[in-house]
Nanobody
Framework: QVQLVESGGGLVQAGGSLRLSCAASGSTFRFNDMGWYRQAPGKQRELVASKRSDGRTTYADSVKDRFTISRDNPKNEVYLQMNSLKPEDTAVYYC???????????WGQGTQVTVSS
């Protein structure tokens, strides 16, 4: 059974940095997509960044030039380096992954990121 476990969230002041990590267990299969979503109170879950196994990367416009997604494919891990954090980045951040474009996503439990002004 595949499990995704996030770590690295916390409280940081505006302008600071955090690095989120997500480790996948229970699968030796390389995931096609791995990425990060976030959900702020009262808002829908939204894509932050995703990275395919071929290197193709997608970012939300709101985080471009501030956040960087990276992967360690042999370890089935994905990371999100977040710089120049803003209060509006405050949300629960979720890791997700899917084996192929035809299969469903696996989701982690989420990690809280709080940015104080």
């Amino acid at each position: 059974q595949v499990q995704l476990v996030e770590s690295g969230g916390g409280l940081v002041q505006a302008g600071g940095s955090l690095r989120l990590s997500c480790a996948a267990s229970g699968s030796t299969f390389r995931f096609n997509d791995m990425g990060w979503y976030r959900q702020a109170p009262g808002k829908q879950r939204e894509l932050v960044a995703s990275k395919r196994s071929d290197g193709r990367t997608t970012y939300a416009d709101s985080v471009k030039d501030r956040f960087t997604i990276s992967r360690d494919n042999p370890k089935n891990e994905v990371y999100l380096q977040m710089n120049s954090l803003k209060p509006e980045d405050t949300a629960v951040y979720y890791c997700n992954a899917r084996k192929t474009v035809y299969t469903s996503y696996y989701w982690g439990q989420g990690t809280q990121v709080t940015v104080s002004s």
